[in-house]
């Protein structure tokens, strides 16, 4: 297994393919690889409908109550 870690402050790109009903989300950022000479990190992560839910239930408990009022007015402070 292949272990990849990614540090990015760049809102993903989601993309719902609405005939394969299946979701594509798109991280971009720079690797924690040490021996590569280009660091610029894409990852590509295709899931079901039913796993998307899932990973959104599961965020959200992970989030401090103050994370969540500021998400729910835009980030605004």
Known sequence: MRDVGIASARVPEVY???NAGSIRI???GTS???SSVDRDTRIRIAISSMQAATLWHALGERL???EKQQSD???DH
């Open 32 to 34: 924690d690889a040490r």
């Open 26 to 28: 798109t991280f971009r």
């Open 64 to 66: 401090t109550d103050k």
């Open 73 to 75: 007015h835009g980030g």
């Open 16 to 18: 719902r393919d609405e």
